[in-house]
């Protein structure tokens, strides 16, 4: 396929994060693009904003005349739309070149030099931080999650370099061509698409063979290739690690140098482990570690990772994708290293009926870990209810005594009258869209 005899480019679930990032790199480069998706959210208004024009009903008839051309319109589809979605099944029906998100960034990729973050946890802060690091070196970044610095999921550059977030559901980053990877994590994940634990870990070797040049990955992981870690023996190793005014400072040894007080402000042991497999992306492709210092200090960080929507004396609201069992611990031993003697409140959505089923002891455990916790109902996203699977379940599995479940209409009344001082709300369904109006609402209480 050549990108460059494509005219129009039709995205089926451009809302997605993924999927707007595309949308938006194809935008800047001069095509004309357009889409659907389910509803209308923050993201489809962005697009809008610079010019993509977006409907929210399947229906064939709300496809743009001038897309109907099939030798000049690509056709970008994401894994997550039902079978039976009427525009893709005639895209598809009527021999159109209709291609997942995956291939399409394959295509984007393939022809530059590619910095690639694979992992269940970490790759879109992680790749957030490489795109920083790398913007002054003129890469593309596609990221999976709104850059603070940006207030985008793309970092456009030029053509030569680019850096990707590598995505592990249905086995999408296999059409990657990555010259130099990372990988943070391997925890069981996405068992509705790949089944046994053994499948995805099968998947992660596979995308380690990939790699052209160096692979990087946490150390412990069974992978060969550099390694990185926190205050233990590593080919890139963080240590002489402090906290001080909310920020962490620390030193790196390199396989060939070392480099002291790195500044960077993301709280948690986790997001010190992403900076460095940044650090040690950007190493290997041959930044100098000055500029990435620089770089470090500078990010921000990303929305939905941990952002503060209020952070007063008297009262905190943190927002937060989290949504498997390991990066609800993070989150929760983020707070109490930064509000050690604080009431923590978390909200919690839980995502898919199956990750709830495969993992409700571990998530049980996971939110036991805070002092307050209101459950709201699992968001299905693209599944049906598996029968015995309801929140309901899952908070009878929790330890804490202060639990319970609550509707999305009685959410901010209940946050409202809660004692914590610290609220945590949590989830990748649609409880960011929530968000916003329990924020309002504090401030409203708190005189904000």
Not at 99 to 111: D, F, S, W
Not at 258 to 264: A, G, M, Q, R, S
Not at 321 to 337: F, W
């Amino acid at each position: 396929m050549n990108l460059k005899t494509i005219h129009n480019v039709y995205f089926i679930g451009i809302g997605g994060i993924g999927m707007s990032a595309l949308a938006r790199y194809f935008s800047e480069n001069g095509k004309v693009v357009s889409g659907y998706d389910k509803t209308p959210s923050p993201i489809t208004k962005s697009l809008d904003q610079i010019g993509v024009e977006i409907h929210f009903e399947d229906a064939v008839k709300n496809i743009p005349i001038s897309f109907l051309d099939k030798k000049t319109t690509l056709v970008v589809y994401t894994p997550a739309v039902p079978k039976n979605h009427k525009e893709l099944n005639y895209f598809v029906n009527n021999g159109y070149t209709v291609l997942k998100r995956a291939e399409v960034l394959g295509e984007i990729t393939k022809n530059t030099f590619c910095l690639a973050v694979a992992g269940t946890h970490g790759k879109t802060t992680t790749s957030s931080i490489l795109g920083h690091i790398m913007q002054p070196e003129n890469a593309t970044s596609f990221l999976g999650g709104i850059a603070e610095n940006y207030n985008s999921n793309l970092i456009l550059g030029e053509d030569k370099v680019s850096v990707v977030e590598a995505d592990e559901f249905d086995r999408s980053f296999l059409k990657l061509s990555p010259n130099i990877a990372c990988v943070t994590s391997m925890d069981a994940d996405h068992l509705d698409i790949y089944g046994e634990n053994e499948m995805l870990q099968q998947s992660f070797v596979e995308f380690a063979n990939k790699v052209s040049d160096t692979l990087i990955v946490a150390k412990g992981l069974p992978l060969k290739g550099l390694t990185y870690a926190v205050n233990e023996d590593a080919d890139y190793k963080a240590f002489n690690v402090r906290v001080e005014v909310g920020k962490y400072i620390f030193d790196v040894q390199t396989p060939t140098s070392e480099i002291k007080d790195i500044e960077f402000h993301l709280p948690g042991n986790h997001n010190m482990m992403n900076a460095l497999a940044a650090l040690a992306m950007a190493d290997v492709y041959g930044v100098p570690l000055g500029k990435i210092k620089v770089q470090l200090k500078s990010f921000r960080g990303v929305q939905r990772r941990f952002s503060y929507k209020i952070k007063t004396d008297d009262v905190v609201l943190i927002d937060d994708y989290a949504h498997h069992p390991t990066e609800i611990k993070a989150v929760a031993q983020s707070v109490r290293e930064m509000f050690p003697n604080e009431k923590v409140l978390a909200v919690f959505q839980p995502h898919l009926f199956s990750r709830t089923k495969d993992f409700v002891d571990d998530f049980a455990e996971a939110l036991s870990l805070f002092d307050e916790v209101l459950l709201l109902d699992i968001y299905p996203a693209r599944e049906l209810p598996i029968e015995g699977v309801t929140s309901s379940w899952l908070l009878d599995k929790m330890t804490l005594e202060n639990k319970k479940l609550v509707s999305k209409e009685k959410l901010s009344d209940e946050v409202l009258k809660s004692e914590s001082k610290i609220v945590t709300m949590l989830g990748a369904g649609d409880i960011g869209l929530l968000v916003e109006e329990v924020k309002n609402k504090i401030k409203e209480k708190h005189k904000i």
